[in-house]
């Protein structure tokens, strides 16, 4: 008997629950939360570490699966920050209108960088999204009399007066991302993002117009961060200038890569792991970034698929041997 006879195939929508087990048992872990921690201030924790995961996702969408690096992400959370608070404080918008309309601008955004530097090949992106965002910094500074300077913005109101209302919308905005975007990898436009990846010039000379991909997923990766940003506003009340903050970038880049780039789910996951280390580094002050780029060396050296990813191929072998 041949070693298919012994080990029939098992039909898709098996295997497609399968694949989907380990998230939905993930989501339902993080759902009971809520329950298990009381304390509002490690549920706020919680809650920053759903925005951080949706955002990891995001930036993974156009940097892990095009390879076109985005050192300023921050370009893009910040602008959904500052929109959504400026409309709530100034011209005093819902949260839900004000979220919306950050998400507008931020595609407004992408669409102004990414047309002029997409077609370009080399660093290009790279620089301009990092000095967009860093431009964008310094007129928050600037332009104090609208945007408080240095200080910021306060007096945002709350997404929820309940903290696990608060959480739990987190939750679901970061599940639709995660779940959405993950999808979209897997379509046929997915296939198409990772072979530009693989080989570019293959792809243009197959006759797809590679630039026109490269800008979906540059505006399917900018919307969940502006949103997210829009969130962020209203859950700390408070938006400033580090959120445009290359710091903010890396943070999320190390965070994408911890977890493992070209998953999304492994992005996502790296944004909860970094989330909980940054409050278990808390006390180090400014030396926390320095911290993260030391945990950052030896996963690139010893794991360079990112610590999530290599956890998940250990699983799937060891049931694989298991059948």
Not at 130 to 157: K, N
Not at 196 to 223: F, P, Q, W
Request: charged share 10%.
């Amino acid at each position: 008997m041949d070693e298919l006879s012994e080990h029939p195939p098992v039909p898709a929508a098996m295997s497609g629950m399968r694949t989907a087990a380990p998230g939905v048992a993930v989501l339902l872990a993080l759902a009971l939360v809520p329950l298990a921690v009381r304390d509002r201030y490690f549920l706020s924790v919680f809650t920053l570490a759903n925005l951080y995961a949706a955002i990891a996702a995001s930036w993974d969408l156009l940097s892990g699966y095009t390879g076109r690096e985005n050192f300023g992400h921050a370009l893009f959370i910040g602008t959904g920050a500052y929109t959504a608070a400026l409309l709530n404080t100034r011209l005093h918008l819902s949260p839900a209108l004000g979220i919306a309309a950050g998400g507008v601008v931020v595609v407004a955004f992408a669409i102004l960088v990414g047309v002029p530097t997409l077609r370009l090949r080399g660093p290009y992106f790279a620089l301009a999204t990092l000095a967009v965002a860093g431009i964008m910094e310094r007129l928050t500074l600037l332009l104090w009399p609208l945007t408080g300077g240095e200080d910021g913005v306060y007096g945002v109101q709350p997404l929820s007066l309940s903290a696990p209302t608060t959480y739990y919308a987190t939750l679901a905005f970061m599940a639709v991302v995660v779940v959405g975007l993950y999808w979209a990898t897997r379509s046929k436009w997915g296939m198409v993002l990772r072979a530009i990846r693989a080989n570019e010039m293959a792809c243009e000379a197959s006759g797809l117009n590679t630039t026109v991909y490269k800008m979906g997923a540059l505006l399917l990766s900018a919307l969940p961060a502006g949103l997210a940003g829009g969130l962020y506003a209203h859950v700390q009340e408070h938006v400033g200038p580090s959120v445009y903050s290359a710091a903010l970038s890396v943070t999320v880049i190390i965070m994408a890569v911890i977890g493992g780039i070209g998953t999304i789910y492994g992005a996502a996951a790296g944004g909860f792991l970094l989330t909980a280390l940054g409050e278990v580094l808390r006390g180090f002050g400014s030396y926390r970034l320095l911290l993260f780029s030391a945990i950052l060396l030896p996963v690139i050296l010893y794991w360079p698929g990112g610590v999530i990813v290599q956890l998940v191929g250990w699983l799937r072998e060891r049931e694989r041997w298991r059948c």
